[in-house]
T-cell receptor
């Protein structure tokens, strides 16, 4: 069965610091998808990024970057020059390929990121 | 383009009652997913509907059920409510077109069972 572990339950940094959120996953499938979502206090999950298992290229989007390493089953998320608006709970999630279907996501427990001004 | 919408935003029910939550997917999306986010339990997959059929369900009892309508909107029904059903219920939708398997979430329905 698949599993996602986010070992950091809460991280607190001062604005403008860089911060990395860790995500480690377990799956028996060779084809799978990894995601990061942001959940602000309002509760809605905001999609940030999707990665396919066969695409290990790292990605940068503005202040956000993601490091996908199959060898260590990790998909870490870095925020550069953090801002107060980045404060939220961040979830890493995994979806296994199910023969043409799109299965339910398995989420980690989430990391509560607090950016102090 | 409108996002995923859910109704109602908040609900208060008493133990033993029944509740129906509603979700409208993004236009063009045929898959709808339901998740429960209960305090201390994290986000858990409940149900997946696609093209009107239930495709998969998570580890939840049968009193959690739902359906998907021809316009791809969906309902989640919970019978015989228990106190531990108090949670944020999130609906998500996705398309089989590219980018597949990306689920976009609605704002959720907060259910409180007293």
């Amino acid at each position: 069965a698949q599993k996602v572990t986010q070992a950091q339950t809460e991280i607190s940094v001062v604005e403008k610091e860089d911060v990395t959120l860790d995500c480690v996953y377990e799956t028996r499938d060779t084809t799978y998808y990894l995601f990061w979502y942001k959940q602000p206090p309002s509760g809605e999950l905001v999609f940030l990024i999707r990665r396919n298992s066969f695409d290990e290229q790292n990605e940068i989007s503005g202040r956000y970057s993601w490091n996908f390493q199959k060898s260590t089953s990790s998909f870490n998320f870095t925020i550069t020059a953090s801002q107060v608006v980045d404060s939220a709970v961040y979830f890493c999630a995994l979806s296994e390929y199910s023969g043409g279907g799109a299965d339910g996501l398995t989420f980690g427990k989430g990391t509560h990121l607090i950016i102090q001004p | 383009e409108a996002g995923v919408t859910q109704s109602p935003t908040h609900l208060i029910k008493t133990r033993g009652q029944q509740v129906t939550l509603r979700c409208s997917p993004i236009s063009g999306h045929t898959s709808v997913y339901w998740y429960q986010q209960a305090l201390g339990l994290g986000l858990q997959f409940l149900l997946w509907y696609d093209e009107g059929e239930e495709r998969n369900r998570g580890n939840f009892p049968p009193r959690f059920s739902g359906r998907q309508f021809p316009n791809y909107s969906s309902e989640l029904n919970v019978n015989a409510l228990e106190l531990e059903d108090s949670a944020l219920y999130l609906c998500a939708s996705s398309t089989m077109q590219s980018p597949r398997k990306t689920q976009y979430f609605g704002p959720g329905t907060r259910l409180l069972v007293l």
